[in-house]
Nanobody, 121 residues
């Protein structure tokens, strides 16, 4: 079994910063693409950032220049450094990854349960 667990969410004032982590555990052979999504109240889930296995990144326009996605392949962990946070960044943040399990020749898609980020004064 493979699990993704997010951490690092919380309440922060506008202009503040948070660092989210997503740790993958279980019978993992390798991890392909990893992504951060978010879902604000009453809105659809949206893609925030993506990072490939070799470190290539891409961001939603709304977070470019403020958020940085990274990963530590040795630790099977992905991060999202969020700076200059705005109230509109308030959402539940989910990690998503395509993971090759041990003995599998295909990458399955996994989701974490989410961590809440609230930006408010």
């Amino acid at each position: 079994q493979v699990q993704l667990v997010e951490s690092g969410g919380g309440l922060v004032q506008p202009g503040g910063a948070l660092r989210l982590s997503c740790a993958a555990s279980g019978s993992i052979f390798s991890i392909n693409v990893m992504r951060w999504y978010r879902q604000a109240p009453g809105k659809q889930r949206e893609l925030v950032a993506i990072i490939t296995s070799d470190g290539g990144t891409n961001y939603a326009d709304s977070v470019k220049g403020r958020f940085t996605i990274s990963r530590d392949n040795a630790k099977n962990t992905m991060y999202l450094q969020m700076n200059t946070l705005k109230p509109e960044d308030t959402a539940v943040y989910y990690c998503n990854a395509e993971i090759y399990g041990l003995g599998n020749d295909y990458a399955a898609n996994y989701w974490g349960e989410g961590t809440l980020v609230a930006v408010s004064s």
